[in-house]
């Protein structure tokens, strides 16, 4: 059962912006606090952007800054935007709830490169 669909990824040169989608069903949307996380080759998926249980967000300081973590409660869809990449974001990019770990979608690759 897919939990969660990660698109928007795509290839973008250092400095430069792409936004991230992930949707879920309404279900999960509602009941869990979501957020984003990131796995580069060979390296461990890290969580890099939440959503707190009082609505505020928390990010990782690789991305504070740069990144920022939105909803769309009538698409059971959060966004991450991404701005000034650089190429140490290239990762394969997932959502999640970190409370309570679901099965993991396909993800959205992204690579940053000139």
């Known amino acids: 059962q897919v939990q969660f669909v990660e698109s928007g990824g795509g290839v973008v040169q250092p400095g430069g912006s792409l936004t991230l989608s992930c949707t879920t069903s309404?279900?999960?949307?509602?009941?869990?606090?979501l957020g984003w996380y990131r796995q580069t080759s060979g390296g461990q998926r890290e969580l890099i952007a939440r959503?707190?249980?009082?609505?505020?967000?928390t990010y990782a300081s690789s991305v504070q800054g740069r990144f920022i973590l939105s909803g769309n409660s009538g698409k059971s869809t959060i966004y991450l935007q991404m701005n000034d990449l650089e190429p140490e974001d290239t990762a394969t990019y997932y959502c999640?709830?970190?409370?309570?770990?679901?099965?993991w979608g396909q993800g959205a690759q992204v690579t940053v490169t000139s």
């Open positions: 959503y707190n249980m009082d609505g505020s967000r």
């Open positions: 999640n709830a970190p409370n309570k770990v679901l099965m």
């Open positions: 309404q279900t999960v949307y509602v009941k869990y606090n």
